[in-house]
């Protein structure tokens, strides 16, 4: 069926199936995307009674406009919504590669005040990075970060492939 973000049905339903399918699903909530505070509320209230969610990944969202009151994860972040339905983890993006337009410093300061938010309202957070073949690029950005004080969980995701796993995925 198809699903659009005027409905959150089919998340629901997903998470449902995923909840039961012994995984812990993790709802992608972009901020760009929600047309309203009530909006948000209606989406995660129904992932959480369909599927007990505990843990979001919370996005600016690719567009570079929003649709409804909330531009950043942060803005999400700062609403209290997650912990009001059970959420205790609340994921966010890292960019050990950087992101275009904002600057390494300014990337550090984005994390560290998603994580001073997520305090705030009492949740844990954690960094997730995009895929990478080469862990070096994040172990080094992770030193960093921890270095400069923030102090939290960071997911990586990498790969160790080689030459022949192509072919025999061929």
């Known amino acids: 069926k198809e699903c659009d973000w005027s409905s959150d049905v089919c998340s629901s339903d997903l998470a449902r199936a995923l909840r039961e399918g012994g995984y ?6 972009p901020a760009r995307q929600m047309l309203s505070a009530q909006m948000l509320e209606d989406y995660i209230a129904a992932a959480a009674a369909a599927a007990q969610i505990n843990r979001v990944l919370v996005i600016a969202g690719d567009s570079t406009r929003s649709r ?12 209290g919504v997650f912990g009001r339905h059970g959420v205790r983890i609340v994921d966010v993006a890292g960019h050990p590669e950087g992101n275009v337009g904002m600057s390494q410093d300014t990337l550090l300061r984005v994390l560290a005040d ?30 960093w970060i921890h270095a400069e004080g923030i102090d939290v969980r960071s997911e990586e995701h990498t790969s160790e492939l080689q030459s022949h796993s192509f072919i025999s995925y061929a």
Do not use: C
Not at 24 to 29: A, E, F, G, K, R
Not at 68 to 79: F, H, K, V
Not at 115 to 141: C, N, Y
């Open 24 to 29: 812990n699903p993790v709802l992608h909530v």
């Open 68 to 79: 409804g009151p909330y531009s950043t994860a942060q803005d999400l972040i700062e609403t």
């Open 114 to 143: 998603k994580r001073d938010a997520a305090r705030r309202v009492g949740l844990e957070m954690a960094i997730l990075t995009q895929f990478s073949f080469d862990p070096k690029p994040i172990e080094q950005w992770l030193a």
